[in-house]
């Protein structure tokens, strides 16, 4: 009989294909009827699958390739193996497991779904698609199986045909998360926000730790200017998973728009301290601590986003402007060798500076 693993670790990631979605599946494990079969394979099978549901993927795959020496037609152990492979990344190799698993039983949807699913992380859509829809053939109350091609039509780019499956997939199985939270990506992408907001939060509703849904609600508040809806969603995030980037910068830059000046200060170097490549922190705690009539500490930061970023023109010409302010012209000048582009905007600032010198 099948089950479902529960485990939220066993959910793959899929981000280098999916946008900001990083658990698609519970990924089914199959166990084996004893019965005719050698006990030696039943229990190599089964270390094998526990192995496997402790993220032990190399030793899986080990204790796998024994087993199929024993019972080499055995269609759930081809099965368990090209999963295994999909977690190791090795595509290609799952295809080949997943395609002898069905010529073994080809009733068997879930083979179809996790076949489809191995060409989506190889990013071969059309194929996908092919696999998606025999698993559906051969029960279309699979509703994972729904989902799933409803990832395939969006990167396709058949946004209607997305929503329809998305959607059969949440009324086939409502207590999921993830449809509704594609749905919320998808209307998002359409501009039609009212519909994004319900979904996200349906989604939430389904699982109130779904990091995807909530931070995704918070872009969609903040890009309506709704920074007060967005500071909350932001900060439920960050409750879950308190190393991610995304939550503390956006949360600094939230505080700026609500001219919380000291919060958006302490917010952005905590940012920094997490991760001081990201992308124009620096920047934005200068433009911070400038509304506090902090210039030193505003041309500090200016100066690391120039180590950082070294032709990022708004860095270059805020510090022109602040050193023009302290009236040190000398210095807009020297800065002038460390741009790499020639920027009207700060060519006038040289310009500017060496008349007063």
């Given amino acids: 009989m099948n089950i479902f693993w529960l485990n939220p670790k066993l959910r793959p990631s899929i981000s280098d294909i999916i946008n900001s979605i990083?658990?698609?599946q519970n990924i089914q494990g199959e166990q084996i009827e004893e019965e005719d079969l050698k006990p030696e394979f039943v229990d190599l099978y089964n270390q094998a699958r526990d192995l496997y549901g402790n993220e032990q993927f190399q030793e899986s795959i080990e204790v796998l390739k024994t087993a199929i020496e024993i019972e080499p037609q055995s269609y759930q152990l081809l099965n368990l193996i090209g999963n295994v492979s999909n977690e190791m990344k090795l595509y290609e190799e799952a295809t080949e497991y997943f395609k002898k698993s069905i010529e073994l039983y080809p009733q068997n949807s879930f083979t179809y779904k996790s076949l489809g699913h191995s060409y989506l992380y190889l990013k071969k859509l059309d194929e996908a698609v092919i696999q998606l829809n025999k698993s559906i053939e051969a029960n279309p109350q699979y509703s994972h199986a729904h989902n799933l091609l409803g990832v395939c039509y969006?990167?396709?780019?058949m946004e209607d045909k997305a929503e329809e499956s998305y959607k059969i997939s949440h009324v086939l199985h409502p207590q999921q998360s993830l449809p509704s939270c594609n749905l919320g990506y998808l209307f998002e992408r359409k501009q039609r926000f009212q519909e994004s907001e319900s979904w996200l939060k349906k989604s939430i509703e389904i699982n109130p730790n779904n990091y995807d849904a909530i931070i995704e609600l918070s872009f969609l508040y903040y890009n309506q200017s709704k920074y007060e809806e967005a500071l909350i969603y932001c900060k439920r995030a960050l409750e879950i998973d308190p190393l991610q980037e995304e939550p503390i910068?956006?949360?600094g830059r939230i505080y700026?728009?609500?001219e919380q000046y000291d919060e958006a200060i302490n917010c952005l170097k905590k940012a920094i301290q997490v991760n001081d490549k990201m992308e124009n922190m620096y920047f934005t705690l200068a433009y911070a601590y400038l509304q506090k009539f902090k210039y030193h500490q505003a041309i500090y930061c200016l100066k690391k986003q120039i180590k950082v970023d070294s032709i990022d023109i708004e860095s270059f010409g805020m510090l022109g402007d602040q050193y023009i302010h302290e009236k040190k012209y000398e210095k807009v000048i020297k800065y002038?060798?460390?741009y790499k582009?020639?920027?009207?905007?700060f060519l006038d600032q040289i310009h500017g500076a060496k008349s007063y010198i």
């Fill in 341 to 345: 582009k020639d920027d009207m905007l």
């Fill in 249 to 251: 910068q956006n949360i």
């Fill in 22 to 24: 990083q658990q698609l």
């Fill in 154 to 157: 969006e990167r396709l780019q």
């Fill in 336 to 338: 002038k060798k460390y």
């Fill in 256 to 258: 700026l728009h609500l």
